[in-house]
DNA sequence: TTGTATGCGTTATCAA
DNA sequence: TTGATAACGCATACAA
């Protein structure tokens, strides 16, 4: 029951095998030489490791091999919803690698972000994916990490230059999609709920949104339109949506729809609305964006923009894993920059305005 | 611009500083002969180490000390929102102990809980934190752990015998909780959802639910009494609130409230109740337990047993942490069982009973 | 008060 | 086809 375990060393199994630690070395991580190597030598060697529950030590061969079968993932915020679902992604794809993440969550803070680059370098990582969507990191922060030999990728964020990739939504294809969705089902005046200046995001939708309303003759009522302000509290975007939609019903205005910068600021405006006693999606629509995973079961149940956030964190994986292998050749290998194509769900948050009629049936 | 960092070993410190390598260790490590180091020689290494940007090598360090600086945190699923706020709290801790998470995903699964403890144990992780619900891991995998020197402790979940930590809540406590909100509220004729057998959760929980009945004289009728399935895919939780609460709207035997068995299931129940076209909470009350992130979010938001989650997490580092330095030490050292008071949360999808009174008020 | 020497477990180079 | 040996970067026992 009890008696401690000592650890098995590869000197152990060369031992027990009758072999020397260098061709168990070889057998056991199949190298190339283990083509020389007699089957019934191999036969004996993995026998002998598999009695003893022989396990590699990942630190020691690190400092030989250099290589720690670790890769970093630096979050911005674990609590933002946004954030779960790309973690899932990047997980299952490092998994599939028989890489192991090692897990940093910045709490949207500049120092944690910095202290926590710091230990995971440290900790010798392969590779760094970064889920953020502000822009405070200083570029040469991340931009140093090639020097070191560490590809990066960005997942829902940019930087500049050419040394981290980046993965993200088409920002502008999806602001278009919402207004098309809402402009079908007859709405015309709609309010929209803008992101903050900082968010890298929040100009593209809203070039989207322009766009599409241009090319249906479509007038965007200026004094429909707000900005939510540059926050970076957890729920912010619900907070802000609550205030801005009890703003906006506050000025008379009449619009039938609200198109909202992201899910949480959805989920703020409709609490507003049914606060107003207004219903949703009875007397006002409303279309987040993302599709975080709450949005299906809220209820309503939202319309919104969907992220391929699974996917995009896979995609950030496989780009890594890509550039770890180049330099391990010694390959050439050129960081790429990708842009998802974001989907409408429809849900039960919006439907066609009251007297007109459902364009899209 | 270019050009690789080359890595800055100790050794380099030392040259830098014109001390020896043991020395660098010593005042870098403040360890324990810091003490009769001259201040002189500290400032000049410390001042050589920024200037030269060392980085101490945790893989190396690790060969010589066995301290990895790392804990593993392993979590049965992601994509249920009860972890995120367990997981802010593990990794919050653990930064303040500067260590750092590798973060494992079971996906519910045995095999992948397997090879990931298998990882786990190839980098060496000082302790282990599981976040768990279910049963299905072997109680051996786990005592395992302790004859290889690893402190583990549990989150939700206990296992048998007396070689790991766990927190839990009182579930006891909060079924009574939830029951006795209710019953405040003047209802009476109550619907109860209950867990899946294979949950720890879920027999203490409907405990609770009995004892507080009996103490009040309040009949709970069998008939009105549902239980989930053993089923483990993501958000079966809602179906299955959902199917349960059709299913008792369908026996045409009335019901003012249901007390949900978590979150996930009232909002499964809400969502068909509304559909059924019975206001929440107006018609009818529902109450959660959990207290997830998106129960403040929803519409109406969820009247819920909150379990202090963030702090679940926090104590479970805490305790881990302390079974790492007795073994450093070389102290005895037993483990313990912890069960967290729960708190109810009252928000908007519960209401006192039509025509009945609200007694809290 | 500081320096020298050794070994942690592995892999890579060379030799046999 | 396999074995001996060195080295990765660090921390410690011991020497000076």
Redesign the pocket.
């Known amino acids: 029951m009890s008696g401690k375990v000592k650890?098995v060393?590869?000197?152990d199994v060369a031992q027990a095998s009758?072999?020397?630690?260098?061709?168990v070395?070889?057998v056991?991580?199949n190298?190339p030489?283990a083509r020389?190597?007699?089957p019934a030598?191999k036969k004996r060697i993995e026998d002998a490791a598999k009695k003893l529950g022989y396990r590699?030590?990942a630190m020691?061969?690190f400092?030989?091999?250099r290589r720690s079968q670790t890769v970093g993932v630096m979050i911005f915020d674990i609590t933002d919803p946004f954030c779960t679902p790309v973690l899932r992604g990047i997980e299952n794809a490092l998994y599939q690698s028989s890489y192991v993440p090692i897990f940093a969550d910045a709490h949207n803070q500049r120092t944690r972000f910095e202290r926590y680059l710091e230990m995971l370098l440290e900790h010798h990582v392969e590779a760094l994916i970064v889920v953020a969507n502000w822009l405070f990191v200083d570029i040469q922060l991340l931009a140093d990490l090639s020097k070191r030999n560490i590809t990066a990728a960005t997942i829902g964020w940019e930087v500049p230059g050419d040394s981290v990739s980046s993965v993200m939504v088409d920002n502008e294809a999806g602001g278009r999609l919402a207004l098309e969705h809402l402009h079908h089902l007859g709405h015309r005046k709609i309010a929209v709920i803008r992101g903050p200046k900082m968010l890298i995001d929040s100009g593209p939708r809203w070039k989207g949104i322009q766009k599409f309303a241009n090319s249906v003759g479509l007038e965007m009522d200026p004094s429909l339109v707000v900005q939510l302000p540059d926050e970076l509290e957890a729920n912010s975007g619900f907070d802000g949506g609550y205030r801005f939609t009890e703003e906006l019903l506050e000025r008379k205005k009449k619009f039938t729809a609200v198109l909202a910068f992201d899910d949480l600021t959805a989920f703020g405006a409709i609490r507003a609305l049914t606060k107003a006693g207004i219903k949703v999606p009875e007397q006002c629509s409303v279309v987040g964006f993302d599709d975080v995973p709450l949005s299906a079961l809220s209820a309503p149940s939202l319309t919104t923009v969907r992220q391929p956030l699974e996917a995009m964190g896979n995609l950030a994986v496989n780009l890594v894993v890509e550039g770890i292998k180049a330099g391990l050749e010694k390959r050439d290998w050129s960081i790429s920059r990708h842009k998802m194509t974001p989907e409408l769900v429809i849900r039960d948050s919006t439907k066609a305005v009251e007297g007109g009629k459902d364009l899209t049936k």
Do not use: K, Q, V
């Not at 009758?18 to 061709?23: D, M, Y």
């Open positions: 650890m060393t590869m000197r009758g072999f020397s630690p260098a061709t070395s070889i056991l991580n190298a030489l020389y190597i007699a030598t590699p030590n020691a061969r400092l030989r091999s």
